[in-house]
T-cell receptor
Framework: DGGITQSPKYLFRKEGQNVTLSCEQNLNHDAMYWYRQDPGQGLRLIYYSQIVNDFQKGDIAEGYSVSREKKESFPLTVTSAQKNPTAFYLC???????????FGPGTRLTVL | AQSVSQHNHHVILSEAASLELGCNYSYGGTVNLFWYVQYPGQHLQLLLKYFSGDPLVKGIKGFEAEFIKSKFSFNLRKPSVQWSDTAEYFCAVNGPNFGNEKLTFGTGTRLTIIP
């Protein structure tokens, strides 16, 4: 069953801790993306990667880091430098520029 | 930078009413336009997309959108809504002059359909 998986679904973190969100796809897509969704603000791009071992900052990259060591995996680390990390995080992938982005189910991160 | 505006933040309609959700973008050149929907508890999924050709685009579940270049608009329409259309709707845009590989999303419109 092809698709994008994100884990965990819910994540709680204490202030000052780093946390890593998982994103895996078995669609053989080249490009992968991380978005943050906040009520009333839509989706904002954090980081994206168009090819293995390469990634670019999006609009709100501060306080986040990523890696792309494998085509199917694009983990996102929320560091302690992120001032307001509580949000819903969505991962997406696409085959190419003129194709739609497919989204995962999301991870809801709450900082206590 | 490219921006997308969705002026309707929350729309409440009765079943069988007609729907039009507004979407305006800021860039005057070539654009690709998308509408995504997020049903409660489900993944964000594509409703329809416009790249070129006929400006009236038909999507899934009876939705359609019209690209009006002179108005920088890509409004979403449905002639008769159902309770199952209750969801959040997002307009998005990309284009060759500001990063085809990235989508810029609007802030979303929450649609509530009353049975």
């Amino acid at each position: 069953d092809g698709g994008i998986t994100q884990s965990p679904k819910y994540l709680f973190r204490k202030e000052g801790q780093n946390v890593t969100l998982s994103c895996e796809q078995n669609l053989n897509h080249d490009a992968m993306y991380w978005y943050r969704q906040d009520p009333g603000q839509g989706l904002r791009l954090i980081y994206y990667s168009q090819i293995v071992n390469d990634f670019q900052k999006g609009d709100i990259a501060e306080g986040y880091s990523v890696s792309r060591e494998k085509k199917e995996s694009f983990p996102l680390t929320v560091t302690s430098a992120q001032k307001n990390p509580t949000a819903f995080y969505l991962c997406a992938s696409t085959l190419g520029t003129y194709n739609e982005q497919f989204f995962g189910p999301g991870t809801r991160l709450t900082v206590l | 930078a490219q921006s997308v505006s969705q002026h309707n933040h929350h729309v409440i309609l009765s079943e069988a009413a007609s729907l039009e959700l507004g979407c305006n973008y800021s860039y005057g050149g070539t654009v690709n336009l998308f509408w995504y929907v997020q049903y409660p508890g489900q993944h964000l999924q594509l409703l329809l997309k416009y790249f070129s050709g006929d400006p009236l685009v038909k999507g899934i579940k009876g939705f359609e959108a019209e690209f009006i270049k002179s108005k920088f608009s890509f409004n979403l329409r449905k002639p008769s809504v159902q309770w199952s259309d209750t969801a959040e709707y997002f307009c998005a845009v990309n284009g060759p002059n500001f990063g085809n590989e990235k989508l810029t999303f609007g802030t979303g419109t929450r649609l509530t359909i009353i049975p």
